[in-house]
């Protein structure tokens, strides 16, 4: 009974390890706007992963959630996400095609019509350790 429990800790431990290994933190910015991506699973060819962080423009520190979808081709993401600023500012949804860096062209709508028709921010890629969290 001993060596069937220490069996099954162990493939639970060796399914977590693998897990964590699948989902990374994802950074990306344009200037002083700056998208942590916390544990973005692997997408694949038609697969669909949650997306949600944290958005920081200077001072403001606020979350975000969204999703993401790869297309049939392997390389082509679709992402979106709703910035939820509350008393801080003005909540808005953003929407751009990528890859699995999430980097682009990324139109907004921080008007409330439903149009990306504010921006685009231009996400580039940057190291995670390099963002601060005020």
């Known amino acids: 009974m001993k060596r ?13 390890v ?11 910015a344009d200037g002083a706007q700056q998208f942590i991506f916390k544990k973005v699973k692997k997408l694949k060819a038609g697969a669909v ?9 200077g001072a403001l520190v606020v979350p975000f959630s969204g999703s993401a979808v ?15 600023t509350g008393p801080a500012g003005t909540n808005f949804t953003m929407g751009w095609t990528t ?4 980097a682009g062209f990324a139109s907004y709508d921080n008007n409330g019509d439903y149009l990306t028709d504010s921006g685009p921010l231009v996400l580039t890629t940057v190291d995670c350790s390099t963002i601060v969290i005020p």
């Open 70 to 84: 790869m297309k049939a081709d392997g390389v082509t993401v679709q992402a979106g996400i709703f910035v939820h």
């Open 4 to 16: 069937y429990l220490t069996t099954v800790v162990a493939a639970l431990l060796a399914i977590s």
């Open 18 to 28: 693998a897990q964590a290994a699948i989902a990374a933190d994802v950074c990306v």
């Open 49 to 57: 992963v949650p997306l949600t962080g944290v958005h920081l423009n």
């Open 99 to 102: 890859t699995t860096a999430l």
